[in-house]
């Protein structure tokens, strides 16, 4: 192939590429794309961290507690403080401590978190059974209201109102179907021509039992908020807090009541009104050393547990043998006494039953004992003192010893 041919391909090629890429930009078209990654784990972690940025824009000091420890420190006048965490295990003392601290000057904005039990004429709650105020869910007082009303019609005329019903709900309007925003809650301020909205839950209700607040916000059927004086201070209390986290701050006037409650003033958000106990500490940070704990009491109960079983019954003492006793009485003078004890009471016996045979023995020398023990048994010299020799200080294995006794053994029966 020449380089002309080779030029033609070449230049062939280029063209048909240059014209493919002409094509193909052709149908490109540039555009942008967002990609949402979600919140961060700073707002996952703090519900209420778009409140608390809220208030610091609007020029108010804003701190955060993790506990009630926070009043050591925490001045009274001056001061309003959110309490946004759960108060399941609020105890009594904490309780009044918080009360006292509001009656010095201190504004406290906290939750309903349990509903009106009649039964037990509370509701556990303890700031809110303190304070007089019951929550009820809207849903069973319309049915209270309901069987109240058939009741009446039915029977005798009754003037009495519900029970959870107050002046209160004087404030809701007359007619629910007149409100163009009966799911939301009305706020009325002084010298304002129009109300601020805010989207509390409507299926709660705050029922004053002691007729001791001032200041109230409805929706079309409920009350969500009123405001009492404790003292010197001020005690809000809303039906939920939900309004106020990251997702729903933004919507209607939720934000702008935050700020209204905390305004002129230094803001503390409260978040937990109680410590955690040792035991949920531990399962949050040590779960494998709780459950390695748990094994080994596990293990060490299964261990001192007594076994299920067949009781074996003891031996019956008719049918031990001789040669078992015998076994047995060896077994206990070898542990008491040791391997010499033994082994020179075989030589006392073999000396005893030479003196029987031949008088004076006992008098004779060594070496002379050794030789009439030879005539007596006609064994060989080396028996003899294998037999009759001390005995070494060490202590000798079983093989040494066992020797040891048949040898004598041997010379006591051959006398």
């Known amino acids: 192939m020449n380089r002309t041919v080779r030029f033609l391909l070449g230049a062939g090629l280029f063209l048909l590429l240059g014209i493919l890429a002409i094509q193909l930009a052709g149908h490109l078209h540039p555009f942008q794309e967002t990609v949402e990654h979600g919140p961060s784990p700073e707002v996952m972690g703090n519900p209420y961290l778009a409140a608390e940025h809220f208030l610091r824009k609007q020029g108010l000091t804003v701190n955060r507690a993790d506990g009630l420890e926070v009043l050591d420190q925490l001045p009274s006048t001056g001061q309003t403080m959110l309490l946004l965490g759960s108060r399941n295990h609020m105890t009594p003392r904490q309780s009044q401590r918080l009360l006292a601290w509001v009656s010095k000057g201190g504004h406290l904005v906290f939750i309903a978190e349990r509903l009106y039990d009649e039964d037990e004429q509370k509701s556990g709650d303890l700031l809110l059974d303190s304070l007089g105020i019951q929550q009820f869910e809207v849903d069973a007082l319309e049915e209270q209201e309901s069987e109240s009303q058939g ?3 039915g029977g005798e005329a009754t003037n009495e109102e519900p029970a959870a019903r107050s002046s209160d709900d004087q404030q809701a309007p007359a ?5 163009p925003f009966p799911e939301l809650t009305k706020l009325y301020l002084e010298n304002e021509q129009a109300p601020a909205f805010v989207s509390f ?14 200041a109230w916000a409805n929706s079309a059927k409920a009350t969500h908020m009123l405001q009492l004086n404790q003292g010197d201070g001020l005690i809000t209390v809303l039906t939920d807090g939900w309004i106020w986290q990251n997702q729903d701050i933004a919507q209607y006037d939720n934000a702008w009541l935050l700020w209204y409650l905390g305004q002129d003033s230094q803001v503390t958000l409260l978040y937990r009104a109680e410590r955690d106990s040792l035991a949920k500490l531990l399962g949050e940070h040590f779960p494998e050393a709780l459950i390695a704990l748990l094994l080994l009491i596990l293990l060490g109960l299964w261990h001192v547990a007594p076994r299920q079983g067949p009781l074996q019954t003891p031996a019956s003492r008719a049918r031990r043998q001789l040669e078992e006793h015998l076994r047995g009485a060896a077994d206990f003078m070898l542990r008491r006494a040791g391997q010499a004890s033994l082994l020179q009471s075989l030589q006392r016996d073999i000396q005893r039953r030479a003196r029987r045979r031949h008088p004076g023995f006992e008098r004779l020398a060594v070496a002379e004992q050794w030789q009439v023990l030879g005539r007596l048994t006609r064994l060989p010299p080396g028996a003899i003192s294998q037999a009759m020799r001390p005995l070494p200080q060490q202590r000798l294995n079983a093989t040494e010893f066992t020797r040891q006794v048949a040898h004598l053994q041997t010379l006591r029966n051959a006398l």
């Open 175 to 179: 007619d629910a179907n007149e409100d």
């Open 201 to 214: 839950d409507t299926d709660f209700h705050l029922f004053d039992s002691q007729n001791r607040a001032h």
């Open 151 to 153: 009741q009446a019609s």
